[in-house]
């Protein structure tokens, strides 16, 4: 039997899936690169099928041999396309997206978003994990009707990566400028003291400071957090 080991961030992307699920039938695993997170979420009991999907031939091909080997090829099905063209949503689904850019999650949401129906879509949990772009993915979340769970950060590395679990409610609302670059919910575990949040701050402070210099949106933002 293959011991395959997550990353503590991949871990927290794993427990964030099967924490928030509204069932426990499928995830799916959109840029799954390797495959590991999928066969650990199906050997480890946590989900009964998943979907691997990899817009690249050479990782979906690794995912596959992958499955073969551990034996989870009739649990497991990889596919080489973009995001979930091609993968029928089903009520109860879980979908997860690490490590892809905010933009490209955007594209694969809107597209489902125009394609499934939308009470199967409703008892759809997304597991966004983005390595870019996180307000540009929380205003579209916003625009689009797609509510805001629960926001969390794992380090790994001394790197801090930002999750975001929503779901479609068809209910649109509008973010404050600090929520857009923050996160909602990360302001309110901010002010109950949550500890990684409060590291997380301090790098996202100096980030902006560094980027506000060519930017007016952030300038306008820091102004209102120096008053
Ligand atoms: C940086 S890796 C992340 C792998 C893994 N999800 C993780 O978090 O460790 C990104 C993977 O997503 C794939 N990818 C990028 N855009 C994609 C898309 N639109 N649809 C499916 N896969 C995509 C890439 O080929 C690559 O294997």
Redesign the pocket.
């Known amino acids: 039997m293959i011991d395959i080991r997550l990353s503590d961030r991949?871990s927290a992307v794993l427990d964030t899936a099967a924490s928030n699920a509204t069932s426990k039938e499928r995830i799916i695993?959109?840029?799954?690169?390797h495959g590991h997170?999928a066969a650990c979420a199906v050997a480890g009991g946590l989900f009964k099928t998943a979907v691997c999907?990899?817009?690249?031939k050479d990782?979906a091909g690794k995912s596959e041999a992958l499955m073969k080997d551990m034996g989870l090829d009739d649990k497991v099905s990889v596919f080489c396309?973009?995001?979930l063209d091609g993968i029928d949503i089903v009520e109860g689904d879980t979908v997860v997206m690490?490590?892809?850019g905010g933009n490209?999650m955007i594209d694969?949401i809107g597209r489902v978003r125009t394609s499934c129906d939308k009470e199967i879509l409703r008892s759809v949990r997304f597991i966004l994990?983005p390595q870019k772009s996180i307000e540009a993915l929380r205003v579209f979340l916003a625009d689009n009707g797609f509510k805001i769970f629960d926001e969390s950060v794992v380090t790994e590395r001394g790197i801090y990566y930002p999750m975001l679990v929503t779901g479609y409610t068809g209910d649109k609302y509008d973010l404050t400028l600090r929520q857009k670059y923050y996160g909602p919910i990360l302001m309110e575990k901010y002010v109950t003291g949550d500890s990684i949040v409060r590291e997380y701050f301090i790098r996202l402070d100096s980030r902006y400071k560094l980027r506000a210099r060519g930017d007016e949106e952030l300038r306008k933002l820091l102004e209102e957090v120096d008053v």
Do not use: E, M, Y
């Not at 695993?29 to 690169?33: I, L, P, Q, T």
């Open positions: 991949l695993d959109v840029g799954s690169d997170l999907t990899d817009i690249h990782p396309t973009d995001g690490a490590g892809l490209n694969i994990q």
